[in-house]
């Protein structure tokens, strides 16, 4: 299975840049804070997906597709921090995409699954 052609690996890229530029008004004293770990929550994403589909099976691409979704997750929460600390308003492409790519992760998974 070749990662570079699956729609959720190609959102979740999408997504790694959406970060990399709302992160950008993050203040300076967080380069080391919520900077860098919004930023590795979302790299993490593409990077686990392209991991588990250059595995053997589908086992282990449902465990990467899971350790993925855990990103998302934190990606997600650390979004919302970022909200609530008023260094960025909310950004509803970003939320419609984080949910694009949630939905993309948990019907990969269930597909996976099914066919196992």
Request: glycine residues 6%; charged residues 30%; positive net charge.
């Amino acid at each position: 299975m070749e990662h570079k052609d699956l729609d959720v690996w190609k959102y979740s890229m999408d997504l790694v840049e959406e970060i990399y530029s709302i992160s950008t008004k993050f203040p300076d004293d967080e380069r080391y804070g919520l900077t860098s770990q919004i930023r590795r929550a979302a790299i993490s994403i593409p990077s686990n997906i392209a991991e588990g589909a250059g595995r053997k099976g589908d086992k282990e691409l449902i465990q990467f597709i899971s350790i993925a979704l855990g990103s998302l997750t934190e990606l997600e929460t650390q979004y919302l921090i970022a909200v609530r600390l008023k260094y960025i308003s909310i950004n509803e492409a970003l939320e419609k995409l984080i949910m694009k790519v949630k939905q993309l992760l948990l019907g990969f998974r269930n597909y996976l699954k099914r066919k196992a």
